[in-house]
């Protein structure tokens, strides 16, 4: 059984949504047991958190956009991580991630740079999304990826609605998707 875990913080609860349906997507898989942990509104993990982290083959990272970067509850998880990264206990580790604001592009570019940053300090290997963008004429707002990520997953949702109406459906499916290749990659690895 591969263990892949989902960890993530989310201030309001639209990035829990988006890291739900990055967990869904890689259930989907057979042969990988997924574990989805929130980093506390403290910026903490319990012990057996971190062990669980240790354990995993593939790690997903996400967090909410705030003023074009991680949110501070998830920049002292990174921090905290420093722990395992003296002891390389990651490298070679999956990882991926996601990211959700408000506006359209609110700088979340800046937030998977940071995120793709950190996997690249622990020595791990980084799966971007694997999705074209839906940029055609034809496409519309709720086909995934219409934000045009690479490198992760991007969502958007309306800052004056609750995690029950955003992110938006093209945004939660391309979360999926997300989940699904990176669960791919770590059975295609072992």
Not at 157 to 173: F, H, I, K, M, N
Request: charged fraction near 20%; include cysteine.
């Amino acid at each position: 059984m591969i263990k892949l875990v989902v960890v993530y913080h989310s201030g309001y609860g639209h990035t829990e949504q988006q890291a739900k349906a990055v967990a869904e997507g890689a259930r989907a898989e057979e042969g990988v047991q997924v574990e989805v942990m929130k980093i506390s509104p403290e910026g903490d993990l319990s012990d057996d958190q971190w062990q669980a982290l240790g354990q995993a083959k593939a790690i997903i990272f996400g967090s909410p956009t705030y003023m074009g970067s991680v949110s501070w509850q998830f920049k002292k998880f990174a921090d905290a991580s420093s722990k395992p990264w003296f002891g390389e206990q990651w490298k070679d580790k999956l990882a991926a991630g996601f990211t959700n604001s408000a506006s359209m592009n609110g700088d979340k570019l800046s937030t998977l740079h940071y995120l793709f940053t950190l996997a690249m300090q622990h020595g791990m290997l980084w799966v971007g999304l694997g999705l074209l963008p839906a940029n055609r004429q034809s496409s519309g707002r709720n086909d995934p990826n219409w934000l045009g990520s690479f490198c992760g997953a991007m969502a958007q949702s309306p800052s004056d609605v609750g995690p029950d109406e955003g992110p938006l459906p093209g945004d939660l499916a391309t979360a999926k998707l997300l989940g699904a290749r990176v669960a791919q990659q770590a059975k295609r690895l072992g």
